[in-house]
């Protein structure tokens, strides 16, 4: 197999029977779109929609150390997730650029599963067993170990009920557990990059098809589609949620991405990017960074990522991510600007489109907020 080929998940030739429309993604081939975008966007909103997210990296890091070692990779407090919780964090360089944003989850006493994003995963995999010299535990490329599929939406709960008798109850945001769904051995994780309510199942890859069939039928009478990654950027974008290569790079360290949060300086022992990190937090004290914001456009065009976003004639920012958002009915975007235009609010922003400034309303993220 030639290193240019995409790499196929297990899902591909249903996704293809489905007539999808598949593009490269990070080595990938994957599905973008089944029909319309719009309608997928909106089944998530309102009912359900199935998600194929098999091109994520799992690394599971085990042993008497793998704590140890994921608080000195890693920039949050992993020694302190509870089994069976999950947590939001990042793996930054020495100098505090964020090579990625990632979900922990600590799925027994000494053995934990890093996700990566698809782009970052063998980054993310070379940069921990770098850093898991001197430690007492095992860092292993888990990729081909896992498929993963993802029901969100308001009707995921009850669709994946149906199919199981795990405590879905009981299960809480960011957190995860063994299971059994439609008779197929599965980690149910309460997590998602929708802004809805929903869950994320991974499962061995010759279980896959068998329960994408299974919560096709099972979502049958409630309206759940299958939903392509177009759909799932438009959903992540209303909901304010960061994308690497878009909000997210190595040129940015998390207080420059307004989520500085995700360091924990006061955990035990030094970690990677420490020293730059805490430069960074006290810089962003005195010369407040470029804040990230949400646009709303007042007119119909669409800003794309690295459009110039201008006030009074001078550049004070750039769009990370644009598009039409189904569910506010406008275009919107996600930039960096400069402190000083980033209160919601603030009058005569535009985004240079063309050389045309087009007008745009600066708003607090996310657009979006489900009702609980």
Same mark, same amino acid.
């Given at each position: 197999?030639?290193?240019?080929? $995409?790499?196929?998940?297990?899902?591909?030739?249903?996704?293809?029977?489905?007539?999808?429309?598949?593009?490269?993604?990070?080595?990938?081939?994957?599905?973008?779109?089944?029909?319309?975008?719009?309608?997928?966007?909106?089944?998530?909103?309102?009912?359900? *929609?199935?998600?194929?997210?098999?091109?994520?990296?799992? @690394?599971?890091?085990?042993?008497?150390? =793998?704590?140890?070692?994921?608080?000195?990779?890693?920039?949050?407090n992993i020694a302190s997730v509870g089994l069976g919780r999950a947590r939001y964090? /990042?793996?930054?360089?020495?100098?505090? *650029?964020?090579?990625? !944003?990632?979900?922990?989850?600590?799925?027994?006493?000494?053995?934990? /599963?890093?996700?990566?994003?698809?782009?970052?995963?063998?980054?993310?995999?070379?940069?921990?067993?770098?850093?898991?010299?001197?430690?007492?535990?095992?860092?292993? +490329? !888990?990729?081909?170990? #896992?498929?993963? @599929?993802?029901?969100?939406? $308001?009707?995921?709960?009850?669709?994946?009920?149906?199919?199981?008798?795990?405590?879905?109850?009981?299960?809480?945001? #960011? =957190?995860?557990?063994?299971?059994?769904?439609?008779?197929?051995?599965?980690? @149910?994780?309460?997590?998602?990059?929708?802004?809805?309510?929903?869950?994320?199942?991974?499962?061995? $890859?010759?279980? =896959?098809?068998?329960?994408?069939? &299974?919560?096709?039928?099972?979502?049958?009478?409630?309206?759940?589609?299958?939903?392509?990654?177009?759909?799932? !950027?438009?959903?992540?974008?209303? &909901?304010? /949620?960061?994308? #690497?290569?878009?909000?997210?790079?190595?040129?940015?360290?998390?207080?420059?991405?307004?989520?500085?949060?995700?360091?924990?300086?006061?955990?035990?022992?030094?970690?990677?990017?420490?020293?730059?990190?805490?430069?960074?937090?006290?810089?962003?004290?005195? &010369?407040?960074?470029?804040?990230?914001?949400?646009? @709303?456009?007042?007119?119909?065009?669409?800003?794309? &990522?690295?459009?110039?976003?201008?006030? !009074?004639?001078?550049?004070?920012?750039?769009?990370?991510? *644009?598009?039409?958002?189904?569910?506010?009915?406008?275009?919107? =975007?996600?930039? #960096?600007? +400069?402190?000083?235009?980033?209160?919601?609010?603030?009058?005569?922003?535009?985004?240079?489109?063309?050389?045309?400034?087009?007008p745009y309303e600066v708003v607090a993220l996310p657009f979006y907020k489900r009702?609980?």
């Amino acid at each position: 197999m030639s290193s240019t080929a $995409p790499r196929l998940t297990a899902l591909d030739a249903l996704h293809r029977a489905l007539g999808a429309t598949m593009t490269d993604f990070a080595g990938w081939d994957m599905p973008l779109r089944y029909g319309s975008e719009r309608d997928e966007h909106n089944a998530v909103r309102t009912k359900a *929609g199935l998600f194929d997210l098999s091109h994520m990296g799992e @690394i599971t890091v085990t042993g008497p150390q =793998a704590a140890a070692l994921l608080n000195f990779a890693l920039v949050g407090n992993i020694a302190s997730v509870g089994l069976g919780r999950a947590r939001y964090t /990042m793996i930054c360089r020495e100098d505090g *650029g964020i090579l990625d !944003d990632l979900i922990v989850y600590r799925l027994a006493e000494t053995e934990y /599963m890093v996700v990566a994003n698809a782009s970052n995963a063998q980054v993310v995999l070379d940069a921990l067993v770098e850093r898991s010299a001197g430690f007492d535990a095992e860092v292993r +490329d !888990d990729r081909d170990a #896992y498929a993963l @599929i993802a029901v969100q939406g $308001p009707e995921s709960p009850g669709i994946l009920k149906s199919l199981t008798d795990a405590d879905l109850d009981g299960l809480k945001y #960011y =957190a995860g557990l063994p299971g059994t769904v439609a008779g197929v051995p599965a980690l @149910i994780a309460r997590t998602g990059y929708t802004g809805e309510d929903g869950f994320e199942l991974f499962v061995k $890859p010759e279980h =896959a098809v068998e329960l994408w069939r &299974a919560l096709t039928k099972a979502g049958e009478g409630v309206g759940l589609i299958p939903c392509g990654l177009s759909c799932r !950027d438009t959903l992540r974008l209303e &909901a304010g /949620m960061p994308l #690497y290569g878009h909000e997210l790079n190595t040129s940015l360290t998390p207080f420059d991405a307004g989520l500085g949060r995700v360091v924990k300086f006061e955990k035990e022992g030094d970690f990677v990017g420490r020293e730059a990190l805490a430069e960074a937090a006290a810089r962003a004290e005195t &010369a407040p960074p470029r804040v990230l914001v949400g646009l @709303i456009a007042e007119g119909r065009r669409v800003p794309r &990522a690295g459009y110039a976003v201008v006030a !009074d004639g001078q550049v004070i920012g750039e769009v990370t991510s *644009g598009a039409p958002s189904p569910t506010l009915g406008k275009p919107i =975007a996600m930039a #960096y600007v +400069d402190a000083a235009h980033s209160a919601p609010g603030t009058s005569g922003v535009g985004v240079d489109i063309r050389g045309s400034h087009e007008p745009y309303e600066v708003v607090a993220l996310p657009f979006y907020k489900r009702q609980k």
